[in-house]
DNA sequence: GTACTTGCAAACAGTTTGCATAGGC
DNA sequence: GCCTATGCAAACTGTTTGCAAGTAC
């Protein structure tokens, strides 16, 4: 709660209702929500709040390391307000994305990446959950 | 060329020559190709070819293990031909895929997916080009 | 001849943009 | 009061769908 005015605060960010209200939605979630289920969650509490503000403000939020933007699936993308390193699951099927936690850290990176930055490792694993592996 | 038909013939599929356009302009090509890119490289030669046509292919080459689909970037998928197990980077400047030689193999899954049917495990590196770390 | 494939247009989903208004500081 | 953030609408991109006409076999 006073996290998240700090968080914005130090990132010299203004203190919004709609910026407050998606850094709550995302506190604890593990759900990996999209833009539009972001914009869901909040109309009924916030029934003037429009897509473009979500827009926004998860781009801000993702490039003050607050969120992660996961692009998994075809079309859209899953936010993670964990940025811990971890990895992702995303079952074909329902379409939801699950928390991994990373084996092995601290890899090298592979020669063909010598002259390249290399910002990131992902790793995702293309699954049946087991919930959908009942049908 | 000559194997392309039979590719064709072996999963039931009729032989179109948009079909063999679309196979052949994905035959040793590296460059990770998106489905607007496939449209663009074919008019030229096919000014009569559609976009629904190369959706429609790349959808049957796909589940024919002919191509994989990379959903790697925001908005668009690429797809590779080469279906044999690599990983990949991605460059988030150009927005360039790149093949990387896949170090370890037969990893053993984390204990999270013990119930679930873990189809692949897709590794991508984000990174920015040496071409493009040099501006 | 039949069934599948193509090409076109329209619909659709997710995202981006422009701009006037509102509101944080 | 200044400047950023919001909300709305329109534009745009990538994708999907419906259907009539065409074509592989």
């Given at each position: 709660?006073?996290?998240?005015l700090?968080?914005?605060?130090?990132?010299?960010?203004?203190?919004?209702?709609q910026?407050?209200?998606?850094?709550?939605?995302?506190?604890?979630?593990?759900?990996?929500?999209s833009?539009?289920s972001?914009?869901?969650?909040l109309?009924?509490?916030y029934?003037?709040?429009?897509?473009?503000?979500?827009?926004?403000t998860?781009?801000?939020?993702v490039k003050n390391n607050?969120?992660?933007?996961l692009?998994?699936?075809?079309g859209?993308?899953?936010?993670?307000?964990d940025?811990?390193e971890?990895?992702?699951?995303y079952?074909?099927k329902?379409?939801?994305v699950?928390?991994i936690?990373?084996?092995?850290?601290?890899?090298t990176?592979?020669?063909?990446?010598?002259?390249?930055?290399v910002?990131?490792l992902?790793?995702?694993?293309?699954?049946?959950?087991?919930?959908?592996?009942?049908?």
């Amino acid at each position: 709660m006073n996290q998240n005015l700090k968080k914005l605060k130090d990132a010299g960010l203004k203190v919004t209702p709609q910026r407050v209200a998606i850094m709550e939605f995302f506190e604890g979630n593990r759900s990996h929500p999209s833009i539009n289920s972001i914009y869901e969650n909040l109309k009924p509490d916030y029934p003037s709040i429009s897509v473009s503000t979500v827009y926004n403000t998860v781009e801000t939020l993702v490039k003050n390391n607050y969120l992660m933007e996961l692009p998994i699936a075809k079309g859209r993308s899953f936010y993670d307000p964990d940025i811990s390193e971890h990895d992702h699951a995303y079952c074909i099927k329902c379409e939801r994305v699950f928390d991994i936690e990373s084996s092995q850290t601290g890899q090298t990176n592979p020669p063909e990446l010598s002259g390249c930055k290399v910002l990131e490792l992902r790793k995702t694993y293309y699954i049946v959950c087991e919930e959908c592996s009942r049908e």
